[in-house]
């Protein structure tokens, strides 16, 4: 196979042809070339999801929809969607869990990445791939998980200038890609009760992922269905700057060596919530993953998996400890479902 393209030279010299290019459209080529050149989930990459931590998690998501699908009449025709799989692991821990009860739907992936496919099929040989939620069935109810998806996805930024309000962009500088305000944005892009924000002050946003969540919401409420969002982020308010990259497990510079770090920032589950209420559906929290999961029965599953693993029970005490507290994913990582027409509110809320 050829070698990929060297995404750094390729935006330094987009830089150089056209000028300062803006922190979504950065973001987005940076983050497109790093999923479709590496693994980068677990001990061996760059960062670990929950799905990974243990099997419990994908159990009670698993569960959580299999109870929607029950309480909905279950409908033979409904499909599993998972936006973002990663290595396929939270669509095989739920399938598991919903088998239990029955169920055992079709499978559908949205995943671009041509690598990760590689390794999902290994898992999920029947599934079938879609590039975007256009191609998804038109006529059947859809139950989607979106598990830390939203935040990969670019975000645009403007920054609170001694002269105004201006576009956040970036630009190649003497050590290489640096952040800087470019034009001024266009009207009606800053909120009138953050106009008088202090310079150097941030706003970021993201159109994809309100697009995207607008767009799920109309086919649910077309067709029924419920989506459920867990991802880290925040609820209401301005949160500045949270565009960050890690790799090696580390956080590292943004915009040192793009395509060789995961670059994310905090989701927005307002705007989200927002954009899914536009489109007639109901929308449910967010709840911390910690009391979702709880409440969920985590807690009684980790008992049961220890009694009947003992020498593992310390692995899956630090396993619950992590997806639960506080100080680790259980409060920064929320939990919002988006509901179709006449369908019920999963459980957890």
Not at 8 to 18: G, M, N
Not at 257 to 265: E, I, K, M, N
Request: charged letters at 20%; hydrophobic letters at 40%.
């Amino acid at each position: 196979m050829p070698a990929p393209p060297d995404i750094s030279r390729e935006l330094a010299q987009l830089i150089e042809d056209e000028g300062p290019v803006s922190i979504e459209r950065f973001m987005g080529a940076a983050n497109s070339h790093y999923y479709a050149t590496r693994d980068a989930i677990g001990a061996a990459g760059d960062f670990i999801t929950a799905p990974e931590v243990s099997q419990m998690f994908g159990e009670i998501v698993g569960l959580a929809l299999a109870d929607v699908w029950q309480r909905a009449g279950r409908p033979a025709n409904a499909v599993l969607v998972e936006l973002g799989p990663g290595r396929g692991t939270l669509a095989e821990d739920m399938l598991r869990a919903m088998k239990v009860v029955g169920w055992e739907p079709e499978l559908h992936f949205i995943e671009t990445s041509p690598l990760l496919r590689e390794k999902q099929a290994d898992l999920h040989p029947t599934a079938i791939w879609h590039d975007t939620i256009q191609t998804l069935p038109t006529d059947r109810p859809l139950l989607i998980v979106a598990n830390e998806f939203f935040d990969a996805l670019p975000v645009h930024q403007l920054i609170n200038t001694f002269a105004g309000w201006r576009e956040r962009v970036v630009r190649n500088g003497m050590d290489g890609f640096e952040a800087v305000p470019g034009d001024p944005p266009k009207y009606g892009e800053v909120p009138l009760h953050l106009r008088h924000t202090d310079p150097g002050g941030i706003i970021e946003s993201c159109p994809m992922a309100r697009r995207l969540a607008r767009a799920i919401a109309r086919r649910l409420h077309s067709q029924g269905g419920v989506m459920l969002v867990i991802d880290y982020g925040h609820y209401g308010g301005a949160h500045g700057d949270t565009l960050q990259a890690v790799h090696a497990h580390a956080y590292a510079d943004p915009f040192a060596r793009p395509g060789t770090s995961d670059l994310t920032a905090h989701v927005d589950f307002s705007a989200l919530a927002g954009s899914a209420r536009a489109a007639g559906t109901h929308v449910a929290g967010p709840v911390e993953q910690g009391q979702w999961l709880v409440s969920l029965g985590l807690s009684d599953r980790a008992a049961i998996l220890a009694r009947n693993a003992p020498r593992r029970s310390e692995e899956i005490g630090e396993a619950y400890r992590r997806l639960t507290h506080p100080d680790e994913m259980g409060e920064l990582f929320k939990v919002m479902a988006v509901t179709g027409k006449r369908w019920p509110e999963p459980g957890g809320f």
